[in-house]
């Protein structure tokens, strides 16, 4: 059994945080984005949405890349 902290699991691990992070975000309604803080759903949608993708998008990219290095060996 592997180290679930050496590469490529940690980047399952940072890809399905970033993934849950994104579906928590959604159903609390409010994101939290780097260096701004805070922003609603309804009252920022532009930069809500934003932050949405960019956390699916950062997760599916590490899952990737786990999937790469996993099947690469």
């Given at each position: 059994m592997a180290n679930p902290l050496e590469p490529p699991y940690v980047f399952l691990i940072l890809g399905d945080i970033s993934i849950s992070?994104?579906?928590?975000?959604?159903?609390?309604?409010?994101a939290w984005v780097r260096f701004y803080g805070w922003v609603y759903r309804e009252k920022e949608p532009g930069w809500f949405w934003w932050e949405i993708a960019v956390d699916f998008?950062?997760?599916?990219?590490?899952v990737g890349y786990f999937l790469y290095e996993y099947y690469r060996r």
């Open positions: 992070a994104g579906a928590l975000f959604i159903v609390y309604g409010k998008l950062v997760g599916v990219c590490f």
